[in-house]
Nanobody, 115 residues
């Protein structure tokens, strides 16, 4: 079992920045990829960013150039660094981990970007 604990959500103005954190614990040896998904009201959950154990990254086109997914292996933690935030980034953000498909999920944290 893997547990994911998220933090860092909140309210931010358009153009601002926010960093989300996701700390993994448990059987982390089984994790080959971690990432962030988001879901806005009335929309499907979508992949925002992901990173593999080898360091390869993938980003949604809508966030490319604005978001990054750094990691701290010593802390078993991945981050979502969100810059130049837009109102359309408003959503519940979920941390996910898998091998490599998502298998474990965080509870989600709300990010609200005001115009």
């Amino acid at each position: 079992q893997v547990q994911l604990e998220e933090s860092g959500g909140g309210l931010v103005q358009a153009g601002g920045s926010l960093r989300l954190s996701c700390a993994a614990s448990g059987s982390i040896f089984s994790i080959n990829a971690m990432g962030w998904y988001r879901q806005a009201p009335g929309k499907q959950r979508e992949l925002v960013a992901a990173i593999t154990s080898g360091g390869s990254t993938n980003y949604a086109d809508s966030v490319k150039g604005r978001f990054t997914i750094p990691r701290d292996n010593a802390k078993n933690t991945v981050y979502l660094q969100m810059n130049s935030l837009k109102p359309e980034d408003t959503a519940v953000y979920y941390c996910a981990a898998g091998s490599p498909s998502p298998r474990y999920w965080g509870k989600g944290t709300l990010v609200t970007v005001s115009s």
